[in-house]
């Protein structure tokens, strides 16, 4: 247990926030396999600033997702502040992001993301505009640095700190890296060393042991998952309880994996509709089917699957397949 501000978060396992994922069909799924804190995708603060329809959407939080952090993105510090603000006064979010470590050239161009991380100075004056303004406490997600040669970690972190920043997430890898090579844990032990506000560590959490590893070699707060969890929410619940008690559970089966699945796809069809929600749950499906015996054809099948019903069929009927099998051997 450990504190964001005034918000007390209950473990020290929180999930990621992922572009194009972590809607809240998403996050209330994982949140339900006890991560304590779920947070959401990057949204711009033009879109807010603006009330894009689409933007506007993205602001949805499910009350049993709290506590939740909403993670905001821009370029302009006014601009930031205005939707600072507008999450701060019309959202039930607990904590406010902001993104400071997404590696996309989209954003990276524009200014925003990664490309913060190579002006400390810039920083302090992002984040202390965002805190004089706001009520609920703000946090900052970065990476180790832009490149190699500008690793500016400390430095970043304890500019935030000072500028009323209440935690710091940081990735292990560089924006030059985005998500290939191993993540420098190293890195992330000095930033925790460095400042006083909670440090979360994040990059190649891949199991419950390495967790516990992670977090006895740097002292940091707490972990943040990502892809790990995608099709596989047992890793929070599974990393959470081995922390907890030093047991490791078993790896679900597979009619279990089939079933969140399909909780998954029926709070996406209630979020976006079902046409939407049936094309992007075919990604989410494939990582839930992830390490079963012969996934192949049926996957290619999702891929050509546009209703509920259609992927209903289909994923039972593999299940009862795998299951049949597994009782065989």
Not at 22 to 32: D, G, H, I, P, Q
Not at 71 to 90: R, Y
Not at 256 to 284: F, P, Q, S, T, Y
Not at 297 to 314: A, F
Request: aromatic fraction near 6%.
């Amino acid at each position: 247990m450990f504190n964001i501000g005034d918000i007390t978060i209950k473990n020290r396992v929180i999930l990621a926030p992922m572009a194009g994922i972590s809607n809240s069909a998403f996050r209330l799924t994982v949140k339900e396999f006890g991560a304590g804190v779920v947070c959401a995708e990057m949204i711009s603060d033009n879109g807010i600033v603006t009330r894009n329809a689409k933007t506007m959407n993205m602001l949805y939080i499910d009350e049993q997702e709290k506590p939740m952090s909403l993670q905001i993105f821009g370029s302009n510090p006014e601009t930031l502040v205005e939707a600072a603000k507008f999450v701060d006064q019309n959202t039930t979010a607990d904590i406010i992001d902001i993104n400071m470590g997404c590696p996309a050239p989209k954003i990276t161009k524009n200014m925003a993301g990664s490309r913060w991380l190579l002006q400390p100075e810039k920083i302090y004056e992002m984040v202390s505009a965002v805190v004089k303004e706001v009520n609920k406490p703000v946090t900052v997600k970065m990476r180790t640095g832009w490149d190699d040669s500008t690793i500016y970690a400390v430095e970043n972190a304890q500019a935030l700190e000072e500028a009323g920043a209440a935690a710091v997430a940081l990735h292990g890898r560089t924006r030059e890296q985005h998500y290939e090579g191993l993540a420098n844990w190293d890195i992330i032990r000095q930033v925790k060393e460095s400042v006083s506000i909670p440090v979360i560590g994040n990059g190649d959490i891949t199991t419950p042991q390495i967790a516990k590893q992670r977090l006895d070699e740097t002292g940091v707060d707490a972990v943040m998952i990502g892809r790990a969890a995608l099709g596989d929410p047992w890793m929070i619940y599974r990393t959470v309880h081995y922390l907890e008690t030093g047991e490791l559970l078993d790896e679900p089966r597979p009619r279990e994996k089939i079933d969140v699945c399909l909780l998954h796809m029926e709070r996406l069809i209630r979020l976006k509709g079902e046409k939407v929600a049936v094309l992007e749950m075919r990604k989410h499906a494939a990582w839930y089917l992830k390490g079963l015996d012969g996934n192949g054809k049926v996957r290619k099948l999702i891929n050509e699957t546009n209703t509920k019903e259609g992927m209903l069929e289909l994923l039972y009927d593999y299940a009862d397949q795998v299951e049949a099998s597994m009782a065989m051997s």
